[in-house]
């Protein structure tokens, strides 16, 4: 014999009711946070139509990544959802992998970048970066990274747009909160094919 299942509370009619309280509940929490709805997407500029997101467009191509007269890499970066996004795909010569996806906080006025390689279970592995002040021309973030042991240090990369199309990107760690900065890459970006 199959158990009986106790009779359902509220039927149809209530179950409709609720979720269009929910729905109003939704769209007016929305609005109060400034989307109230469908067409507020609508009515927002593209971020291709806003200054800002245009920082890095210097960056933007298909590059063979140089240091030293040696080739050590390519990187493909991209903009993605509309100007929204900046994604790198670097590739190592010796075949290492590396992603980032930049990003503008326009409350804020500044980029963020998020690093991840196939070594995300060491130090530098994974970072998280913030726009900082830069030499003029150029643009800087810098991050915290976190060794096995507790111990940070500090992590910055310098991209700055060279003569010829070209970009540089300087890469630095400090052991003693910034008050003094190791090189650990610098690199001369060429565009790919010339």
């Known amino acids: 014999m199959t158990p009986r299942r106790a009779p359902r509370r509220g039927g149809t009619r209530a179950r409709r009711a609720a979720l269009r309280t ?3 509940l939704l769209t007016a929490g929305a609005a109060l946070l400034g989307e109230a709805g469908p067409g507020a997407a609508q009515a927002a500029s593209r971020c291709d139509d806003v200054p800002g997101f245009h920082a890095l467009d210097f960056r933007v191509g298909e590059w ?3 240091v030293e007269g040696e080739q050590v890499g390519t990187n493909r970066i991209t903009k993605v959802l509309s100007g929204c996004a900046v994604e790198e795909h670097w590739e190592a010569a010796g075949g290492g992998r590396g992603r980032s996806l930049f ?3 326009p409350a804020e006025s500044a980029w963020r970048q998020v690093w991840v ?3 995300a279970l060491l130090p ?3 970072e998280e970066k913030r726009q900082m002040d830069s030499p003029a ?3 800087r973030f810098q991050g915290t990274v976190t060794r096995p042991d507790g111990a940070t240090y500090l ?3 310098t991209l700055t747009p060279l003569a010829g199309g070209q970009v540089r990107q300087h890469i630095e760690t400090s052991t003693d909160g910034g008050a003094t900065w190791r090189t650990t890459f610098d690199a001369e970006y060429r565009p790919a094919g010339a």
Do not use: E, F
Request: aromatic share 10%.
């Open 124 to 126: 530098g592995g994974v």
């Open 137 to 139: 021309g150029g643009v």
């Open 155 to 157: 992590d910055r990369t």
């Open 117 to 119: 390689t196939q070594r």
């Open 103 to 105: 990003y503008d906080l």
């Open 22 to 24: 929910t729905g109003a």
């Open 64 to 66: 063979t990544v140089w």
